[in-house]
């Protein structure tokens, strides 16, 4: 089961990724846009987490520890004029 933070965090990634495309990141460079510079272990952990979950629901890629939103989630983006 997604605990409320992980679903928000989930969303701030796929949003900052949305609206960088096409750009790639890396997970640690989405970690400091969202987080900052300073951020703790489990704010990074957090991230990474989202990263993988979001993956795993093919709504981004993540190759070698880059990331990308997948073309379903673009489309979804158009549609609900995210």
Known sequence: MTSEGDV?????VLTF???IHPVQVTV???ARELVGED????ERDATDRAAKS????????LHRNLLS???AALRA???FDL
Do not use: D, M, Q
């Open 69 to 71: 939103p997948t073309r």
């Open 39 to 42: 951020a703790s272990f489990l």
């Open 77 to 79: 983006k158009e549609l």
């Open 17 to 19: 990724l949305l609206s």
């Open 54 to 61: 979001l993956s795993g629901f093919g709504l981004i890629h």
């Open 8 to 12: 928000k965090t989930e969303s701030a």
């Open 28 to 30: 640690a460079e989405v």
